[in-house]
């Protein structure tokens, strides 16, 4: 654990919010998860670099946390720190250069993915209508390729450029050939951070563009829970199979362990429906990968990003 000295000079450096011993349930979708040592939000970049310049100095562990759309924490908790850039790194905005069409946005790493595709539809900028209902920051969006897989959809396919700040504590910018995007994965490695984002748009009509996001928002609220905390899909989908239909198959829509269950509108949800501990919810995630190997032959890779200590 921390020293008591070391959480002050956190606080001091980092100028934002410090949240110590916090239970990270609070901050996570799933509403569920161990305690981490310390919960920080640097309001700007010269506080983030001066934290992480500190943090690697004193060989302290840390993350980068986004809205926690997708991360459980074990019962053990985070012995470090998890720093998040939700409350410094906010501003997006749009233009389009004098005679060209295609629409650029840049946004920053902690803004809401929502905020830019609501932004995208607005400014007729095509290609991001299939991320609407996606929660989570953009940030966490790029770092994962966020995005129905298979598809033109991913927010990987949009973006042009991207400002990172490295483990070593050096910002340096990144094409998309760089990033290497790959199904619900990126080159990012687990200590840079998305500093901002640049997106580029094709044309597009704003009403068709609606139309297209309503639809798709319609779609999603009739085969996904949308009235339970979830972290969104739990497995990737194997090679030429989807992860829901093969843990259905397996008979386990439903299947429960305490708070945790397999949901019963899309089997690769885990919802809480009730008091459930990431005890509950890894007993379960276990139970289900045994169960679509032993009728299937195929180890299922999880989506969720699963960190701290038993």
């Not at 708070?259 to 005890?279: E, L």
Request: glycine content about 12%; overall charge positive.
């Amino acid at each position: 654990m921390l020293e008591p000295e070391t959480k002050q000079t956190l606080q001091d450096i980092c100028k934002g919010k410090v949240e110590i011993d916090v239970s990270m349930a609070e901050y996570c979708s799933l509403k569920a998860g161990g305690r981490a040592a310390v919960l920080a939000f640097p309001p700007g970049r010269e506080e983030l670099e001066a934290l992480i310049t500190f943090l690697r100095g004193k060989r302290i562990p840390y993350l980068p946390f986004g809205r926690g759309t997708n991360l459980l924490v074990r019962e053990g908790g985070y012995p470090g720190v998890l720093v998040s850039l939700v409350e410094g790194f906010q501003k997006i905005e749009s233009g389009r250069d004098e005679g060209e069409k295609l629409l650029r946005i840049r946004a920053e790493g902690g803004a809401p993915l929502a905020r830019v595709v609501e932004l995208a539809a607005q400014e007729g900028g095509a290609g991001l209508a299939a991320l609407v209902g996606i929660p989570g920051s953009v940030g966490g969006a790029i770092r994962m390729n966020a995005g129905p897989a298979g598809s033109k959809g991913q927010i990987g396919g949009s973006v042009k450029t991207v400002l990172i700040l490295e483990s070593s504590g050096r910002a340096a910018s990144r094409d998309r050939e760089e990033l290497k995007f790959g199904y619900r994965e990126s080159a990012l490695k687990d200590r840079e951070f998305v500093l901002e984002a640049v997106l580029e748009l094709a044309p597009g009509k704003p009403e068709k563009i609606r139309k297209e996001m309503e639809a798709l928002r319609e779609k999603k609220k009739s085969t996904q829970p949308w009235d339970l905390p979830s972290a969104g899909s739990i497995f990737k989908n194997p090679d030429r199979n989807k992860a829901g239909q093969m843990i259905e198959e397996a008979g386990l829509k439903g299947v429960r362990i305490r708070g945790a269950q397999v949901s019963s509108v899309h089997a690769n949800f885990i919802v809480n429906v009730g008091g459930a501990t990431a005890k509950d919810i890894l007993s379960l995630i276990g139970m289900i990968r045994d169960r679509v190997k032993e009728k299937f032959g195929v180890q299922l890779e999880l989506e969720l990003k699963v960190i701290g200590e038993d």
